[in-house]
Nanobody, 120 residues
Framework: QVQLVESGGGLVQAGGSLRLACAASGGTFSITAIGWYRQTPGKQRDVVALISSRGTITYADSVKGRFTISRDNPNNTAVYLQMGSLKPEDTAVYYC?????????????WGQGTQVTVSS
């Protein structure tokens, strides 16, 4: 089982920056992709940024050029999200996500979430 623990959320003014961190443990060698989703009340959880085990990075269109995902090493033990030029619409609970593939199925693991609030 993969365990994920996020940190780094908080309150920031529009235009500011925040850095989220996620520590992963337990079977991280089997992770095929790791990254971040976000969710606001009443809406579905959407992908923000993902990085595959091969280093391929995907960003949501809404954050391209403002957010940067990175990880400590290829073993997926830590992943970060540097958020810049923050907007009020970036306000959400941000979840760390890890994907593991086994026997043709993809399994999702989630952290507990961290609140990011951007004031106007």
């Amino acid at each position: 089982q993969v365990q994920l623990v996020e940190s780094g959320g908080g309150l920031v003014q529009a235009g500011g920056s925040l850095r989220l961190a996620c520590a992963a443990s337990g079977g991280t060698f089997s992770i095929t992709a790791i990254g971040w989703y976000r969710q606001t009340p009443g809406k579905q959880r959407d992908v923000v940024a993902l990085i595959s085990s091969r280093g391929t990075i995907t960003y949501a269109d809404s954050v391209k050029g403002r957010f940067t995902i990175s990880r400590d090493n290829p073993n997926n033990t830590a992943v970060y999200l540097q958020m810049g030029s923050l907007k009020p619409e970036d306000t959400a609970v941000y979840y760390c996500n890890a994907k593991r593939q086994s026997w043709g199925r993809v399994y999702d693991y989630w952290g507990q979430g961290t609140q990011v609030t951007v004031s106007s």
